[in-house]
């Protein structure tokens, strides 16, 4: 809370606000700082048509202002103006905050009593009078109404009384004659604290008062902050209540400003509903610059660690180097001491040069310093504003006045946002790094002791992986990675190291000099462990912290429910298929340019799970017998499919078909294929079996079991037949999978 004090405070009087009101420019400022601020402008200046006032004002005559020169850029502050005998050029003095601001022209005759008028009303502001804000310097002319054409800022006025309210001392006893003793109760009827004495005295608990409800003191502060505010009432019609928004001029405004005023030809809505919006939108801003601040609190305690390990506690001012045959920090003396020990094995020469080199580390230590230093004290100012700026917008939103409430929420907002961007990419990342990347080679020989100088020797610091540009697709896993910021260290290649997705030993994937790498022919359903280290002429580095991806799940488990898992989808691969196969469609229509049958696989293979697959004939001339199933990776390409011991097929001609596998022939089965058929293959590689369908139809028993390992969709085919694949199917709907133990109640 004592970091929001700020926010609560008058930039002209540097006290808390009284009576603040709203500038055009949405800052605020006290109706009395107001008062003295104004500066009378002359007649012939003054710009009739610049009328400003605090109801819709979203436009400055910029122009005509800048004739005036209220603002000096010479000093920054608020100056009068010269050659004027009601406004003779007067020093501009400083508030407590150190906004620079000018005492009224003409000082004020000392107050007669008689005179003086009511306490609630204004004194009378000299026509042509102007203002300039203290923040912003934004100046523009007031019009008949003077200051009362700005609005209140009763929620800027509410929060300041909790927060002073907070800052009290313990609530004491109104009715006590002298010293006032501690409240012990307050009665929420007569809206008094009472101490026990005088609750007894005063508000004894019979008659009339045994129905008044006694609270604690705390409560009932809490009581009075949650009362209803006095409905506010609009600045153009003073006896009506605000109903409606403006969106056009983003203000509150009554019935009589949209019959007859400048509001009625714009878009309005419900006050509520617009109370409602923003309050959301304010603390949907208020959530992203939350955690900014978080980001940078951690931030500063990872400068200060800085600090600590650029210079020791125990050796304040000595330099700190890194090792460069581990990442073992040495603090500055021990570095020293090493410098010294072998500069004096260099006789004359070496001592000189070892002169240098300690004033180089020293001169490093005190930049590090400087610039670590400098960013924590960037860092902390901006996020006390930002901390002192959240806790504002919190209590702005517990206000219950929607009028009040939407007269500063646009400029709220805005702030937010724009705090919010302030922390944006690169703010919080460290200037310096707090290591010194300096070892001390002492090899040369005392011919060479005029070149000695630090080099590096130093291995790689561990990568980072950038989680937004690693993925996953159906088997195959990309990851991308980068060095860390501030890092110099020169690096020669990475190493990439992923599980066996079963949580087993580590293995390299890929060695070289990329920052990204795509592995291919990963298991489906199946999570994946990965981690990546650097290496150089000096040593291979640490890991970076380990990324766990899980592969696309293909199909169904026997615990899973049927058309709930994913599937997998895939084309054709032409890289493995035989030169004569013909390919279209994005790899999904293959045929041949051959009368011989031949082959091609898919470009996914599947070890577990269950996968459904169909291909559709497009062209079927001649009767011929193409053949459809699954192979391995190094099946014969050249002849049908079935033929070796690297294939499982049905083969199928016009009346019939045929299970092959290493060129046996089983099962023959009535019913073929037509132009306009659809082939389908069913792996079910949790219980072990392949089975096919014709159009919807079971062909057969199961057609093979014990079927383990790495299997790819495959066809053969000739140029009479051409065939679509289509993948992402689910499951047949009369397949339910089942006890692996028993693969011969499918059929």
Known sequence: MEEME??????????????????????????????????????????????????????????????????????????SYGGFASAPTTPCQKSPNGVRVFPPAVPPPPPQHHLLPHPGSLLPIPRNSCITCPQCHRSLILDDRGLRGFPKNRVLEGVVDRYQQSKAAALKCQLCEK??????????????????????????????????RLVPPAQGRVSRRQSPR??????????????????????????????????????????????????????????????????????????????????????????????????????????EACLVAQCDALIDALNRRKAQLLSRVNKEHEHKLKVVRDQIAHCTVKLRQTTGLM???????????????????????????MTESQWGKGTLTPRMTSDFDLTLDSGPLLQTIHQLDFVQMKVPAAPILQLEECCTQNNSATLSWKQPPLSNVQVDGYILELDDGNGGQFREVYVG??????????????????????????GVGQYSKTLVMQTSETGYTPCELKNLAPVAWFTFDPSSAHPDIIFSNDNLTATCNSYDDRVVLGNTGFSRGIHYWELSVDRYDNHPDPAFGVARVDALKDVMLGKDDKAWAMYVDNNRSWFMHNNSHTNRTDGGISKGATVGVLLDLTRGTLMFLVNDEQQGPVAFEGMEGLFFPAISLNRNVQVTLHTGLPIPEFYTPGDPQHPSSLC
Not at 240 to 254: A, L, T
């Open 179 to 212: 010293s006032p003793k501690e409240a012990t109760v307050m009665c929420e009827q007569c809206d008094v604290f009472y101490c026990d004495p005088c609750r007894l005295r005063c508000h004894p608990p019979r008659g009339p008062l045994a129905k008044h």
């Open 230 to 335: 006095k409905t506010s009432t609009c600045t153009e019609h003073e006896l009506e209540n605000h109903s409606m928004y403006c969106v056009q001029c983003k203000m509150p405004v009554c019935y009589q400003c949209l019959e007859e005023g400048k509001h009625s030809t714009h878009e309005v809505k419900a006050l509520g509903a617009m109370w409602k919006l923003h309050k959301g939108q304010l603390s949907q801003a208020l959530n992203i610059l939350s955690d900014r601040a978080k980001e940078a609190k951690e931030f500063l305690v990872q400068l200060r660690n800085m600090v600590q390990h650029i210079q020791p506690a125990d050796a304040p001012g000595r330099p700190l180097v890194t090792s460069g045959w581990g990442t073992l920090q040495e603090n500055g003396v021990e570095f």
């Open 391 to 417: 806790e504002y917008c919190l209590e702005v939103i517990k206000e219950n006045d929607p009028s009040g409430f939407l007269q500063i929420s646009d400029a709220l907002i805005r702030r937010v946002h």
């Open 513 to 538: 000099k990329e920052t990204m790498c795509t592995v291919d022919g990963l298991h489906f359903n199946s999570t994946y462990k990965s981690r990546v280290k650097a290496f150089n002429t000096s």
């Open 6 to 79: 700020e926010e609560l405070k008058c930039p002209v009087c540097g006290s808390f606000f009284r009576e603040p009101i709203i500038l055009p420019c949405s800052h605020n400022i006290c109706l009395a700082c107001a008062r003295n601020i104004l500066v009378q402008t002359p007649d012939a200046e003054s710009p009739q048509s610049s009328r400003a006032s605090g109801s819709g004002v979203s436009d400055y005559d910029y122009l005509d202002l800048d004739k005036m020169s209220l603002y000096s850029e010479a000093d920054s502050g608020y100056g």
